[in-house]
């Protein structure tokens, strides 16, 4: 596993894994503009649309390509003084404090019609710097409930454990990772 830096600043990063052709920020957001891909994903998951209240697939293609591309300039447009830590909020709803390399999620906040289903998840480093570790279309209320989610939970662990493994606290000690790489 390797790492992207997404913003010059070094506020933001997104994991390569081995065996992958794109990190985990570009993967997400390429599956979520592939209309293809996306009718198959909600063919496949549509009895859990119902908590949305979608019934058409052409509707819920269409509002997660519409999501993908407001959270994608969300991301990619980050300004040097903007604060990630508005962006990602804990993983565990019920969380109220930090904690070390602590899991999060980002999400649109407000759309017409439902909540996105969309979710970026990353490890805090510090306040305001993460690693994207992936992400998923969540339609159920627990991670746990679904494959393709608890695949991300699994990669969030995974993740956290190889920093942990390599001695990977924080940002300087991830940055003296990177330049030692």
């Known amino acids: 596993m390797t790492f992207d830096k997404i913003i010059e ?4 990063w997104a994991v390569h894994y081995n065996d992958e ?3 985990e920020l570009e993967r997400v957001f390429t599956q979520w503009n592939d209309a293809e891909w996306l009718l198959e994903f909600f063919q496949k998951n549509f009895e859990d ?3 949305f209240k979608v019934t058409n697939l052409d509707e819920a293609v269409y ?3 519409e999501d993908s591309d407001k959270l994608e300039c969300l991301i990619l447009d980050i300004s040097p003084d903007a604060n990630l830590d508005e962006l990602f909020r804990h993983l565990e709803n019920g969380r109220t404090s930090e904690m070390m390399l602590g899991k999060e999620k980002a999400r649109l906040d407000k759309r017409p019609r439902h909540d996105s289903w969309l979710r970026i998840y990353a490890i805090k480093l510090n306040p305001g710097i993460y ?3 992936g992400g998923a279309i969540k339609l159920t209320l627990e991670m746990k409930d679904r494959e393709h989610t608890l695949k991300e ?3 969030l ?4 454990q190889y920093l942990v493994e390599n001695d990977i606290i924080d940002d300087d ?3 003296d990772f990177i330049k030692e790489g």
């Open 9 to 12: 600043d070094g506020r933001l």
């Open 157 to 160: 662990e995974k993740v956290r």
């Open 63 to 65: 509002d997660t390509m």
């Open 131 to 133: 690693v994207i570790t």
């Open 173 to 175: 000690s991830f940055n």
């Open 21 to 23: 052709e794109q990190n």
């Open 153 to 155: 939970l699994g990669k």
């Open 49 to 51: 649309l119902a908590y």
